[in-house]
């Protein structure tokens, strides 16, 4: 169990609220265990910018309803609670770099920015400021200290691991990070928050991209930045043209639906041209890659001298696979798979982890 739930100190803890079912019941953890508690949720994205269709709603985190779910939860705690307008910075640290990726052939992954700039520097700064022990959050993931430094682990909940999305975290940030769920799986968290009669208790989990709500990125990326941009040809890996396409952006790596072209086989989009505007598609076969680097890398160890034996992710949704990992010129990092992988996607993140600990990760070149 984390140190937090059993230590018998009272310490003063800045939670970050999301509104969600688990920093709720950290919260409330928290203020069970007689630890002076503060609430504190980040406003991020002003949703008077989308207009959705009467009556429908979308199950992202970080809306309007989230924030009034946190504040209700906090006065249910009877804790202190702070809203934290982080709106500016938002677009700056995360809206922005989103559409830069997809308008340069890359595809983005937010919510590790989100998490790296606004909740752990940003944040973190904010909880300092109130001169709190710690600051907590109600990620799926541990962190504990071992010979001499601190170690960034699997969620004991493999289901629910958010290790993925931390990556970016420094010794300096995780001495003042705590992660009380790591220990629990998400039934757990769900009977906690019955048991303490939590307002939130059945709130279903959020989905897709907060800023876009209704999932169509698309419509976003052209609200951001125009549309018309970007159109160019769709190119077969042999050089032979088959069609045209109405912008780079709306193609990501893999992607087979929505192509329309005539083949003998089915094809996937297998790169992203973005200087030249070219969509390149192939067969199946062209998805694997033997190798991938690794660039921005942030390492959790001492980095290795030579090439190591490690595991690699390149997906939240994907199962890490072994790999021999290298550092090489630049401050980059080469990972070669024991089995070619499909999927290697230029703008995701590539994390790299000895058993369940997370030892480096990365933005995939």
Request: charged share 30%; aromatic share 10%.
């Amino acid at each position: 169990m984390d140190d937090l739930l059993l230590t018998k100190e009272r310490k003063r803890v800045v939670v970050a609220m999301s509104g969600g079912v688990d920093s709720s019941v950290t919260a409330a953890l928290l203020k069970e265990r007689g630890h002076e508690v503060i609430g504190m949720t980040m406003q991020i994205w002003d949703y008077s910018r989308f207009e959705a269709p009467d009556g429908e709603t979308f199950g992202t985190c970080c809306s309007l309803d989230d924030v009034y779910d946190a504040r209700r939860v906090a006065e249910q705690l009877d804790i202190p609670f702070y809203v934290i307008n982080f709106e500016d910075a938002f677009q700056q640290a995360v809206i922005d770099p989103f559409c830069d990726a997809y308008f340069n052939g890359r595809t983005p992954n937010p919510c590790v920015l989100c998490n790296q700039i606004l909740k752990f520097e940003r944040l973190l700064r904010k909880a300092r400021e109130l001169q709190a022990d710690y600051l907590v959050t109600g990620h799926y993931a541990r962190i504990e200290f071992a010979d001499g430094r601190y170690r960034l682990r699997k969620g004991l909940d493999d289901s629910k691991d958010q290790s993925y999305f931390l990556f970016t975290l420094t010794q300096e940030q995780m001495a003042m990070v705590r992660f009380p769920l790591g220990d629990m799986t998400k039934q757990e968290v769900r009977e906690h928050a019955e048991r303490l009669g939590l307002r939130v208790a059945e709130k279903p989990e959020s989905q897709d991209i907060c800023f876009v709500p209704d999932g169509d990125y698309v419509r976003f990326l052209e609200e951001e930045r125009g549309a018309g941009r970007k159109d160019g040809d769709i190119v077969h890996v042999s050089g032979k043209v088959l069609g045209r396409h109405r912008g780079t952006y709306r193609y990501t790596i893999g992607q087979r639906r929505g192509l329309g072209l005539s083949w003998s086989e089915p094809l996937y989009v297998v790169a992203i041209d973005a200087e030249k505007n070219r969509v390149v598609v192939g067969e199946k076969r062209h998805l694997a890659a033997g190798e991938l680097h690794m660039e921005q890398v942030n390492w959790l160890i001492a980095p290795p001298v030579g090439a190591f034996r490690a595991a690699c992710r390149i997906r939240y949704r994907h199962r890490e696979v072994p790999a021999s990992v290298k550092a090489v010129d630049g401050g980059r990092v080469r990972v070669v798979f024991d089995q070619p992988q499909t999927g290697v996607t230029p703008g995701q993140a590539a994390v790299i982890y000895d058993g369940d600990e997370v030892i480096a990760g990365g933005w995939i070149a």
